[in-house]
């Protein structure tokens, strides 16, 4: 059964940092793209990022670039979402989410396999 | 950058009605649109890929529709488990793919 299972809902004052884990399991980590989603208050979703952990090739939307920083460790099967210089507007919920395919040119596109997001609460 | 614009923000109606919702992209994608629901409090779930092949356990009153930029999800009777926030997702600048901004069925 595939999984994808993230850390615990976090609390942060403004200007600190913050790694998301998402712990994957079920399948072959290193073959299918783990994107980065978030979701504000009330809002849709907005699309962050993307990582291939095989080779660590990480894409980032531009709204999102050199604010967060995707990683992954292949060793433990876990994708992170790092974020920088937190603010208030960084509030969200953040979903990882696998990009359905294998293979790091699948030509798929659509997240058929979601973690179970994570709570990011930034206030002073 | 491609838009994706969904239509109507909200649709209030009935169980056992039919709920039409449109996506509409700003140039084409082709077929490669994807729909998802979300409930409160949970995760996005993936409803159907490629505009019109369901994802594995989806109910068979859930159909997708279109291509190019006009897109269509069909609930054809709604029950009350549906009521729920719609999205779509395109992916023609893989990997930069965008959603849009969803469809909530409520209950009338």
């Known amino acids: 059964e595939v999984q994808l299972v993230q850390s615990g809902a976090e609390v942060k004052k403004p200007g600190e940092s913050l790694k998301i884990s998402c712990r994957c399991s079920?399948?072959?980590?290193?073959?299918?793209?783990i994107a980065w989603v978030r979701q504000m208050p009330g809002k849709g979703l907005e699309f962050i990022g993307i990582i291939y952990p095989d080779d660590s090739d990480a894409r980032y939307s531009p709204s999102f670039q050199g604010q967060v920083t995707i990683s992954g460790d292949k060793s433990i099967t876990t994708a992170y979402l790092q974020l920088n210089g937190l603010k208030a507007s960084d509030s969200a919920i953040y979903y990882c989410?696998?990009?359905?395919?294998?293979?790091?040119?699948?030509?798929?596109?659509?997240?058929?396999?979601w973690g179970q997001g994570t709570g990011v609460t930034v206030s002073s | 950058e491609i838009v994706l614009t969904q239509s109507p923000a909200t649709l209030s109606l009935s169980p056992g009605e039919r709920a039409t919702l449109s996506c509409r992209a700003s140039q084409s994608v082709g077929t490669s649109l994807a729909w998802y629901q979300q409930k409160p409090g949970q995760s996005p779930r993936l409803l159907i890929y490629h505009a019109s092949t369901k994802a594995t356990g989806v109910p068979a009153r859930f159909s997708g529709s279109g291509s190019g930029t006009d897109f269509t999800l069909t609930i054809s009777s709604l029950e009350p488990e549906d009521f729920a926030l719609y999205y779509c997702q395109q992916r023609k600048n893989w990997p930069l793919f965008t959603f849009g901004p969803g469809t909530k069925v409520e209950i009338k």
């Open positions: 989410a696998r990009q359905a395919g294998a293979g790091k040119a699948s030509g798929s596109y659509y997240l058929d396999y």
């Open positions: 079920g399948y072959r980590f290193t073959d299918s793209w």
